[in-house]
Every structure is written in structure tokens, then in C-alpha cells.
């Protein structure tokens, strides 16, 4: 399978139950949903994946059961890390299950310099040979916003072929993409930039909408990739109610909330978060409709 992971990728969310164990059967249920609904790629144990709360043992059987459910689609694991040596043994680990590629954020907390990341991806990239690397850049998560001109060095790792930008600066994605190497790939990774993004040359969008609605996002980011500039914005102006109101809590509350709605799952979600407000709940039900989508 190819290292492209152009297109539509969706951030799956993790169903717990009310014991706050992984629910599988939901988990597999939303596979099936996201993947049957468009999305080229699904990405496991990311952050709307709360991989930050998943313990040791929790993630093998979530990458396995991805992989099984995907259909044929290309599955990414979330495999980063603050410590490299975790990075390391996550990303050798996702490569053994025989996922497709690793999204890896920049190391959190530490605030390495841009040689360090660069020696925290080669790091990852001999422990996993030949496994295409997404680099994750959320500085609002990791308190490290990782430069255009830090990304150029990065891209000298030829495990690393895309970046999932998700700085929410419009100027710094443009300086992304006019400096993108030859056979690297832009993809946005916030759903309200998603459009504007791809008109300044990102290939794709790393969605967390996508787990509610994949059609309707895959129709958004094919119409903005084939230059159907009326069509996109038409879609982008229907969707992005419910798009804001999927982040006006920390991800993924909202998402559990609006999985619940929809009958795709419950809303619980592990401490250090909290479940939605009854607000969030009103607003997400009000942004749906506004959508389309009955409830």
C-alpha cells in the first residue's frame, strides 16, 4: 500500500463504557461507520482518540481491531510520545500490527530544538524501517509549534511524508505549502481550516468531524480539492455550525456528546475530562439540524 494519505483521514474517537473500559464493540461499529461513510485513511489513538489516558495494554487490540474493520482503507496509528524511547518502541510496535503509517506529534513538554526533533525522528525511523511518518504539529496541545523552517529538516527523513498542520495559522500552513518538498504531503488538522487550507495547497484534512458525519466531510474535501470552489463553500457554510461546536470544549467531549446523539457510541470519556454540558448538548443537536442530519 502507498505512503499517499491524501484525501480524507478521520481521528477516531475511543468508545469507553460506563466503567470507563474501552467499548470495542463500539469502537468496531464506528470503524465500519467512518470507513463505509468515505474516509480514505483512519487514524487510531490520536488525540480525539484520548490516547493520552490509553494504557499500555489498551492499544494493540485498538490498532488490531482498525486494521480489521477498515476495510481495505489505510490505517495510521498515533504512535508519539515525549520520550523518544516510547516513540521508538510504539511506532516498532505499530509497524509489527501492520498499520499503514504512524502519526507522530512533536515531543510535548520537553520543548526540544529543531536538531532534537530531528534526531527524535530518526530515532523512530530506525526502529521502524520504512514506515511513512506523519508529523502532528498542535502546538495549542504541545506548547511547541514546529516552524516552516524546522519542517524543512524534517522532511530530509524520508520516512516522513506528511505533516498534519494544525496550528490554526492560515500564513504559516501557506509558507508550509509554497516550501513543500517534491512528494510530500500537506494535510490540514483543524475541520474549520480544512477549506481554506486546501486552496493554499494542503492535500487533505485529519478530521474529527468526520467520526459524525464522514460522508458530508468527504464531500467537502473532494469539492475543495477539485477546485469546485461554489460547492465547497456551500457544504463548508452547512457544516460549520457543527463544526464549532464540536470544539467549544476540549476535544473530544463534544464528539462523545454528538456520538450519543446519533447513536454511534456513549459519551463517556476518562478523567482528567469531563462529560459534555447540557449547553454543548443543545448547541451540537441545534448545529446537526442545521446540517441535515436527522437525530
Not at 257 to 274: F, N, Q, S, Y
Request: aromatic fraction near 4%; proline fraction near 5%.
Amino acid at each position: 500500500m502507498s505512503a499517499d494519505f491524501s484525501g480524507l483521514s478521520v481521528a477516531l474517537a475511543t468508545p469507553f463504557d460506563a466503567s470507563g473500559d474501552i467499548d470495542m464493540k463500539a469502537f468496531r461499529a464506528l470503524v465500519r461507520h467512518v470507513a463505509s461513510g468515505g474516509a480514505d485513511v483512519l487514524v487510531v489513538l490520536g488525540s480525539t482518540g484520548e490516547a493520552a489516558t490509553i494504557v499500555e495494554d489498551e492499544r494493540d487490540p485498538l490498532i488490531a481491531a482498525c486494521l480489521e474493520e477498515a476495510g481495505g482503507k489505510k490505517v495510521v496509528a498515533g504512535t508519539g510520545h515525549n520520550s523518544t524511547r516510547q516513540t521508538m518502541a510504539w511506532t516498532r510496535r505499530a509497524q509489527e500490527l501492520g498499520a499503514h503509517g504512524a502519526l507522530i506529534v512533536t515531543p510535548f513538554y520537553n520543548k526540544p530544538t529543531p536538531q532534537g526533533l530531528v534526531a527524535h525522528f530518526r530515532a523512530a525511523a530506525d526502529a521502524a524501517p520504512g514506515l511513512p511518518f506523519i508529523v502532528y504539529n498542535v502546538p495549542g496541545r504541545t506548547g511547541l509549534n514546529l516552524t516552516p523552517v524546522a519542517l524543512q529538516m524534517l522532511w530530509q527523513n524520508a520516512q516522513v511524508v506528511a505533516v498534519k498542520e494544525s496550528s490554526g495559522n492560515v500564513a504559516q500552513i501557506s509558507e508550509v505549502s509554497r516550501t513543500l518538498p517534491p512528494g510530500k504531503t500537506l494535510l490540514s488538522g483543524d475541520d474549520n481550516l480544512a477549506l481554506a487550507s486546501i486552496a493554499v495547497g494542503a492535500s487533505g484534512l485529519v478530521s474529527v468531524l468526520g467520526n459524525l458525519v464522514p460522508k458530508e466531510t468527504k464531500q467537502l474535501v473532494d469539492a475543495a480539492r477539485a477546485g469546485k470552489r461554489a460547492e465547497a463553500v456551500a457544504i463548508n457554510n452547512r457544516l460549520l455550525p457543527l463544526i464549532d461546536a464540536l470544539f467549544v470544549e476540549s476535544n473530544p467531549i463534544p464528539l462523545k456528546a454528538g456520538l450519543k446523539i446519533l447513536g454511534l457510541g456513549e459519551d463517556h470519556v476518562r478523567l482528567p475530562l469531563t462529560t459534555a454540558t447540557e449547553a454543548t448538548r443543545t448547541r451540537l443537536k441545534e448545529a446537526l439540524a442545521l446540517a441535515g442530519i436527522k437525530v
